[in-house]
């Protein structure tokens, strides 16, 4: 038996559906925008026609024009009734200013994803085995140390460290730091400017994060900053280590356990572990709250799933699968007894500061 649809409903449901498909459009826009240096040329310059856009960032007009309709359509860019344009110190904040925003967002933004790591996420789907982080390609560790850059960069001393007892205080006198699942080297590197006395190492199973992280720190000139492609689980026993640092990372590992217990086995008696992880509570009901909760399950499918589940019997803890409960039994299981969480007013993640 038949049931007729509602008309309204239909159409309403496939205006959401639409509203997506616009959502990739923009994020493309974003992504040029920010590889052609159209924000940056337009921060900080007050009010623009389309001609001056494309003379001051050496584009072509007529595409320039095109660009600032849709980022005016979006929001993202002011439109003024004579058909002048004006990035505006907030956007700027947010679209622009890399190097002194904590808001800055455009450097997350891709373009796309490459035809051949689309294929591979749906084969994924029947084998039930993703993508390793090395296979997902540079794109991915690159996008990533974009992405995170900002906060770690500009929140990392100011904010992330003093909530750690002692920490600064040993890192100043010069200490032994590992950052486990380095990426593209912006957090490690940081560390290594700001606390010169301190020996710096990261851990990256991607060859391609790993020469993006070397070529960082040799453009900074530093000298206490080393990297190693290798994984977590691979980290040397010794119990010297001062600090440990996991950001955003557990919870790609097919097995977080082995690294849990590799850092236990490195880390000094009095050392520190920070695990930085996805802000998230396990409850599905609790965590819809989150506006950006789609966007989480997005990644964890195309990126951090994939790798959690690259090798048979992975843990598959996906993008929100470390919650707190579950940070805690992982590391009490690899011996650690100390284990307290931090809200450092980050949207996105909590930080847990974990002991012997």
Known sequence: MSTELDPQAVKMFGFKVWTYKMGEQVSLMVYLGDTLGLYKTMSSRGVMTSHEVAAAADLHERFVREWLLGQAAAGLIDRHDDGSFELTDVQSAVLADEENSINFAAGAFRGGVDSTVLHKIADSFRTGVGMTYQEQGPNAAAGLARMTGPWSR???????????????????????????????????????????????????????????????????????????????????????????????????????????????????????????????????????????????????????????????????????????????????????????????????????????
């Open 154 to 356: 500009l929140a990392l001393t100011s904010t992330v460290l003093p909530a750690l007892a002692g920490v600064e205080d040993k890192l100043d006198a010069g200490a032994l730091v590992v950052d486990v699942g380095c990426g593209g080297g912006v957090m490690l590197t940081t560390l290594a400017q700001a606390f010169p006395n301190s020996r710096c190492v990261g851990y990256d199973p991607s060859h391609a994060a790993i020469e993006i992280a070397q070529a960082r720190a040799n453009e900074l000139g530093l000298d206490n900053c080393d990297f190693v492609a290798a994984g977590g689980e691979d980290l040397p026993a010794g119990n010297d280590i001062d600090l440990v640092i996991t950001f955003d990372c557990m919870h790609d590992m097919a097995f977080p356990d082995r690294t849990a217990a590799a850092i236990r086995g490195a880390i000094a008696d009095d050392g520190t572990w920070l695990l930085k992880d996805i802000r998230s509570t396990g409850d599905f009901s609790k965590d819809s709250r989150n506006p950006l909760l789609a966007m989480f399950y997005g990644f964890s499918v195309a990126s951090c799933l994939q790798s959690a589940m690259s090798e048979p019997g992975g843990a598959g803890l996906g993008t929100l699968g470390l919650h707190a409960g579950v940070a805690q039994e992982l590391t009490q299981a690899a011996g650690f007894s100390q284990f307290t969480t931090h809200d450092l007013d980050d949207a996105a993640n909590l930080y847990y500061e974990v002991r012997v």
